[in-house]
């Protein structure tokens, strides 16, 4: 496996593919003063041929950057799942997710490419994310909740049932959502708030 980024969250990324069994082999990082993350050497920009046979993880928390930079990927996506994951046989990962130890995706989940699901989240049966989603720690996603592109629910923050957040959405930290929240939404309380619409930003 490659992973591009070498941030704390890279750490966490390296954890979940080894913890499996795999190995990653090398770190792209656009900054220049990286050697080494751990024992796994960086190796500066983005180069395609550079193993182009090993799948790569986009190794960046941010959401917006995750995406722009997956735009520009030639490498084949692979995933990381820890080994102190759940994930039912009838849920579906998309590529270029990582699920963090302790997380649960339940039978009937569907979770699209380059999401985060963080250490012990929780996504509920038949629940669907879209892609570039990040699901921070202890947050619960409760049954048939739908999760729009790119958004942010906060740590520890609960969506009832059969609620619907629109795309590049924030959720705060500790919410707990009751109603449907519109795109570009930033929310937070309890129960949750819409505080202010966010700027669309161009991918």
Not at 108 to 123: E, F, Q, R, T, Y
Request: overall charge neutral.
């Amino acid at each position: 496996m490659l992973l591009y980024g070498a941030s704390g969250h890279a750490r966490v990324v390296k954890d979940c593919v080894t913890t499996s069994g795999g190995e990653v082999k090398a770190i792209f990082d656009d900054n220049p003063d990286l050697i080494k993350l751990d024992n796994v050497p960086v190796v500066g920009y983005y180069d395609a041929e550079h193993e182009p046979k090993l799948p790569l993880i986009v190794s960046i928390g941010d959401n917006l950057v995750r995406k722009k930079i997956v735009s520009k990927i030639k490498h084949a996506f692979g995933k990381g799942i820890h080994k102190a994951s759940t994930i039912s046989e009838a849920a579906a990962i998309g590529e270029g997710t990582v699920a963090m130890p302790g997380s649960i995706v339940n039978a009937g989940a569907i979770v699209g490419k380059h999401c985060i699901l963080n250490s012990n989240s929780i996504v509920e049966h038949d629940c669907e994310l879209g892609d570039f989603v990040h699901i921070s720690s202890n947050v619960t996603l409760c049954a048939d909740v739908i999760i729009g592109e790119g958004t942010h629910i906060g740590a520890g923050s609960t969506v009832i049932p059969g609620k619907q957040i629109g795309k590049w959405c924030v959720i705060g930290a500790g919410a707990v959502i009751i109603q449907d929240i519109p795109d570009y939404s930033m929310v937070v309380g309890v129960p949750g708030k819409i505080i202010r619409t966010l700027v669309k930003k161009a991918v």
